[in-house]
C-alpha cells in the first residue's frame, strides 16, 4: 500500500476515537512505522495526537494527515522525560475527554558486541523502550477504566524472540519485556474493557534501518537490503505500511476478542532458521 495517488475506501474503524502515537515521526526521508500507523489511523476517522521527540516530523505527519482532510495534532515529546511524557497524555485526557488509543512505537538499540554495552547504555535503552511504556500505560489506564474501553499496543520486534544475526543484545531483551510486559497488562486490565496486543515487526525497510543496522553490514546500505530481503520466506522486507494495516486491526473492534496476545508481522521470518550471511 501507498499513501500516493487515490486511497481507496475503507471502512472508518476508528470514527470519533482519539490516538496517541508517540514515535509518529521518521527518522529519516520515507515511512517509518508510527507515521504510517498515524495516516491509517486518520483515515479510518480517528483523531490523531502524532507525538514524538522531533517536534518537526511530527508536525510532517500532522500536515500529511490534514492534506488528506484528516484530524490530528502534532507534539514534541521525550519519552526519555517522566514529566514531560505524563504532562503530555494527561493534557490530551482533559482536551480530548480521553484516550481511546496509545500506540507506543518506541525503539532504540545499540548493535555491536555486547560487552561494549555499558551499564549507561543499558539504562538509556531499557528506559527509553520498557519505562516509558510502563509510565505512558499507567498514565492513560486510569481514565481508560473509568470509561471502561480503551486500546494499548506497543512495536516490539522480530529481536525480541530470536538472533537476527548481529549483536543487539539491550534491545533484543528490552524488546522481549515488552511483549511480556503487554501480556500482563492485558490480563490485569481485561475486566475493564482495555484490552493490549503487542505488533512484531520482522526485518521492516524504513529509514531508521539505515541508521541503527547499517553498520552491522559495514555500511554496505544495497548489500544489506538484499541479506535481509533473503532472509525472509516471503522474499522481501516489510515496509511501514504493512505493520501499520496491522495496527490498524488491532485498535479496532474488528480485534475485540484480541487482547493479551501478540502479532508477527515478519513474512515467515520467525518459522525459519535462516540468517544473514556477513562474511
Request: charge should be neutral; glycine fraction near 12%; charged fraction near 20%.
Given at each position: ?15 470519533g ?15 517509518g512505522?508510527?507515521k ?54 494527561t493534557a ?12 507506543f ?40 477504566r473509568?470509561?471502561h474501553r480503551g486500546?494499548?499496543?506497543?512495536t516490539a520486534?522480530i ?8 549483536p543487539?543484545?539491550?534491545?533484543g ?6 511483549i ?50 533473503s532472509?525472509c520466506?516471503?522474499?522481501r522486507m ?17 480485534a ?9 508481522i ?6 525459519t ?7
Amino acid at each position: 500500500m501507498t499513501p500516493a495517488g487515490t486511497v481507496p475506501a475503507r471502512p472508518r474503524d476508528l470514527e470519533g476515537l482519539t490516538a496517541v502515537v508517540l514515535g509518529a515521526g521518521s527518522i529519516g526521508a520515507g515511512w517509518g512505522i508510527g507515521k504510517a500507523v498515524c495516516l491509517l489511523f486518520a483515515r479510518a476517522g480517528a483523531h490523531v495526537v502524532a507525538a514524538d521527540r522531533d517536534l518537526a516530523s511530527a508536525e510532517e505527519t500532522r500536515d500529511l494527515i490534514r492534506r488528506e482532510d484528516g484530524s490530528a495534532q502534532a507534539v514534541g515529546v521525550d519519552v526519555a522525560d517522566d514529566a514531560g511524557l505524563a504532562a503530555c497524555l494527561t493534557a490530551v485526557i482533559a482536551e480530548r475527554g480521553g484516550i481511546d488509543i496509545l500506540y507506543f512505537n518506541v525503539g532504540i538499540g545499540k548493535a555491536g558486541p555486547s560487552t561494549e554495552t555499558s551499564p549507561a547504555d543499558w539504562r538509556r535503552i531499557s528506559d527509553a523502550n520498557l519505562t516509558a511504556l510502563h509510565l505512558a500505560a499507567m498514565t492513560v489506564v486510569p481514565s481508560m477504566r473509568a470509561r471502561h474501553r480503551g486500546v494499548i499496543l506497543a512495536t516490539a520486534s522480530i529481536a525480541g524472540l530470536r538472533d537476527v544475526g548481529y549483536p543487539h543484545l539491550a534491545y533484543g531483551a528490552t524488546k522481549a519485556a515488552v511483549i511480556q510486559y503487554l501480556r500482563l497488562l492485558a490480563v490485569e486490565n481485561a475486566p475493564y474493557g482495555i484490552r493490549a496486543n503487542t505488533i512484531v515487526p520482522g526485518l521492516i525497510d524504513t529509514p531508521r534501518i539505515e541508521k541503527t543496522v547499517a553498520g552491522a553490514y559495514a555500511g554496505d546500505l544495497e548489500r544489506m537490503k538484499a541479506l535481509r530481503a533473503s532472509q525472509c520466506p516471503l522474499g522481501r522486507m516489510g515496509n511501514a505500511f504493512d505493520v501499520a494495516e496491522a495496527a490498524l486491526f488491532l485498535a479496532s473492534d474488528r480485534a475485540a476478542y484480541v487482547t493479551g496476545t501478540e502479532l508477527l508481522i515478519d513474512g515467515g521470518l520467525a518459522a525459519t532458521a535462516r540468517g544473514p550471511s556477513l562474511g
